[in-house]
C-alpha cells in the first residue's frame, strides 16, 4: 500500500468515526424533549401568551370594569367589576354587587386584602375567563391581567429556531466575586434594582474567550445580548438558565438553549435587560428567533 493509499485510507476512517456534535441524536432528543416544555410551559395559565393588560395603581381608589368610566379598563368582563384600592403599600379589593369575582376559587362579597409589602402569598382573582394579581416594581404596584381566552393564546404554532449546533454548546467556569457584589439591572420600564452577582462565567467560542455575568443561586440566570439582535432575534437581548456549577465551578453553557424573554410575547412584561459587559460582539446563531414585535 503506498503513502497516498494510507493517507485516502486514514481519513476516510476519520470521517466515517465522527459525528458532527449537532447531530448527535441523543443530544437533539434531550433538547426538544426540553423545548417542548418550554412550549407547555408558555401555553399554561401561568404562562406569558395570555397575558391582556398590566395597569399601574394610583393612590386611592381605582374603579375597574369593562366600559371607559372605570379608572382601569378591562378589555373583557362585566362593565363594573369592583374597586381597588391602594393606601400606604396595602391594595384591596372590592366586588361590585353584580359582578361575580373569585379569590383563590372561592366567590368574595367584601373587600379583600389582596397584597401587602410584608405579603408572600398573592391571591389569584377571577371574573370569567379574566385572571389577576398584585405584582410590585420598585415603587409601583400594579394589575397583571390574564385572559384565558386571549386571541394571542390561540393563535400560538410556536417559536422559530436556529438548526441545533453543538458548537454552542460550550464548557464554562464561574469566577466568583472575592466578595459578595450586587450588579445594577435595568428593567423595561427603565427601572432599576440591585441583583446579587453570582459569578462570571467564562467560556470560548471558536477559539476565543468570552465572559458574561450571572445572577441566580444554584441555577444561573443569565440576560446576553450578541449580534444576532439586530437582525434575526429579539432586539432586547435573550435569557438563558444554567445549571448549578459543580465544586470546581465547571458547568455547560447552552446557547441552543437561549429564550426570548417574556417581553418579545407581550407589552405587560417588565423585563431585564443585558448589563453592558454581558453584550456580545459576536454572533451566536443558537437558540430561539424573534417572536412578534413586541
Known sequence: MTYRSIIVLFTVLSLASFTPASEDPAYKAKLEAWH??????????????????????????????????????FPAGDQ??????????????????????????????????????????????????????????????GVRLRDLESEQLKNFHGIERYPVNETYRVKAHLEKPATPTTVSIVNMIGQTSEQPLAGTLVFKLNGKTYRLDATGKGELFIVFGDATNKTETYGSGRFIYVEEPDAEGNTILDFNQAINPPCAFTPYATCPLPLKQNKLAVRIPAGEKRFGDH
Open 80 to 141: 363594573h367589576i369592583g374597586n381597588f384600592q391602594l393606601k400606604n403599600g396595602e391594595v384591596t379589593f372590592t366586588p361590585d354587587g353584580q359582578a361575580e369575582v373569585l379569590m383563590n376559587g372561592e366567590k368574595i362579597t367584601a373587600t379583600q386584602t389582596i397584597f401587602s409589602d410584608h405579603s408572600r402569598n398573592v391571591p389569584t382573582l377571577q371574573h370569567q375567563s379574566l385572571r389577576w394579581v398584585i405584582i410590585k416594581r420598585g415603587d409601583k404596584y
Open 36 to 73: 417542548q416544555k418550554r412550549i407547555n410551559s408558555l401555553k399554561e395559565e401561568n404562562g406569558w401568551l395570555n397575558l391582556a393588560g398590566l395597569f399601574w395603581l394610583k393612590e386611592g381608589d381605582n374603579t375597574v370594569g369593562s366600559v371607559s368610566d372605570n379608572k382601569i379598563v
